[in-house]
């Protein structure tokens, strides 16, 4: 839940939705995002995880439009590993099931072959219930190891939408050099009318999506440290263990395991191991050599660090425009020690 001033308050004309309905990962949401003002009592009672920043100057555009969107990708992370969660619960589910079935029973699996010149469902396996359930349980613990890729997938999403707002109100490093000449003369004529508005937003949409596909072969924890530079953010005030680098550490470490799976490996490399069992491993506790066995607790923990990242995001967007919140929090100390003298 994300506390705002106005719950009305109408979006930026320069704010592009980073989460569009065109993206998978976007769909089944079941725990939505909720906006409460912070006139509001209910934001009292239920402690907001997120806050928004409102824009009194322009340069603060990218600021608001930022803070406005970490909710919803909050709810992203959460709703991803929900339906992986799911997954898992019911491929559980369904061994208990095939177990208690009779039998003279039994489970039949069907996919398209091409008879007589067409396509038709075609029985490709049939497993009596005892059977039926010994393979369940095999692939329960394979599902986690999947929805780690998607997860990571969904971080890669956010960091790059993250980007994109920041070089939007920013743009000249993306428009640099005589190949992009006209797009620049499209920045510089995009107030002129609607249509050249939209020219503009389809020249930047080219533009930016050529970029983040060259930008993603340099890799995602390189890009976040590279997102944190160029938009003049630091680590939040109050946190003392970790830092930017830390937390590109542990992306390098997920991208790593959704590598293994991606690409079908079952032994741990020397990269997943070194990177695992370390004071900012999450719960990786892989080991070199070893048998690949991802678990659910590793699902859990790359959520629960996706969860925090956000936070980090939200607290130094914060701090950006107000500084850090521990001198805020002395400044007000010392205002009502004042008072009581």
């Not at 506390?3 to 939705?17: E, I, M, Q, W």
């Not at 806050?51 to 970490?70: F, L, Q, V, Y």
């Not at 491993?281 to 659910?296: I, M, N």
């Not at 914060?318 to 002395?330: C, D, N, Q, S, T």
Request: aromatic share 8%.
């Amino acid at each position: 839940m994300t506390s705002s001033d106005n719950r009305d308050s109408p979006p930026l004309a320069s704010t592009k939705d980073p989460l569009p309905s065109g993206n998978i990962r976007a769909r089944a949401t079941f725990v939505p995002h909720v906006r409460v003002p912070w006139t509001d009592g209910t934001a009292a009672i239920v402690e907001p995880d997120n806050m928004i920043w409102r824009a009194s100057r322009p340069e603060e555009n990218w600021i608001e439009d930022s803070t406005a969107k970490i909710g919803e990708w909050r709810a992203l992370v959460r709703n991803v590993y929900l339906r992986w969660a799911l997954t898992i619960n019911a491929s559980a589910k369904a061994e208990e099931r095939y177990r208690a079935l009779p039998s003279d029973q039994a489970l039949t699996t069907s996919s398209l072959r091409v008879v007589d010149g067409a396509p038709r469902q075609v029985e490709i396996a049939r497993w009596p219930g005892a059977q039926a359930a010994e393979h369940y349980a095999a692939i329960t613990p394979l599902i986690a190891a999947y929805g780690v890729a998607d997860l990571y997938g969904a971080l890669e999403d956010i960091i790059f939408d993250f980007y994109e707002i920041v070089l939007r109100q920013n743009p000249d490093s993306l428009l640099r050099g005589d190949e992009y000449r006209p797009l620049r003369r499209l920045r510089a004529q995009r107030g002129a009318s609607p249509e050249a508005e939209k020219a503009w937003r389809k020249a930047w949409d080219l533009r930016f999506t050529t970029w983040r596909r060259k930008r993603a072969y340099d890799g995602l924890p390189d890009v976040l440290v590279a997102l944190y530079r160029h938009a003049g953010l630091q680590r939040p005030s109050q946190y003392s263990r970790t830092d930017v680098v830390d937390w590109a550490r542990s992306l390098e470490m997920i991208g790593e395991l959704r590598h293994h799976v991606v690409h079908g490996a079952a032994i741990v490399s020397d990269k997943l191991g070194a990177l695992s069992n370390t004071a900012n491993s999450l719960t990786f506790d892989f080991v070199t050599g070893a048998a690949l066995d991802v678990r659910l607790h590793h699902l859990q923990s790359v959520e629960c660090f996706s969860d925090q990242l956000l936070t980090a995001f939200n607290i130094s967007l914060m701090e950006k425009v107000l500084g850090p919140f521990r001198e805020i929090a002395r400044r007000s100390d010392d205002r009502k020690g004042q008072r009581n003298e």
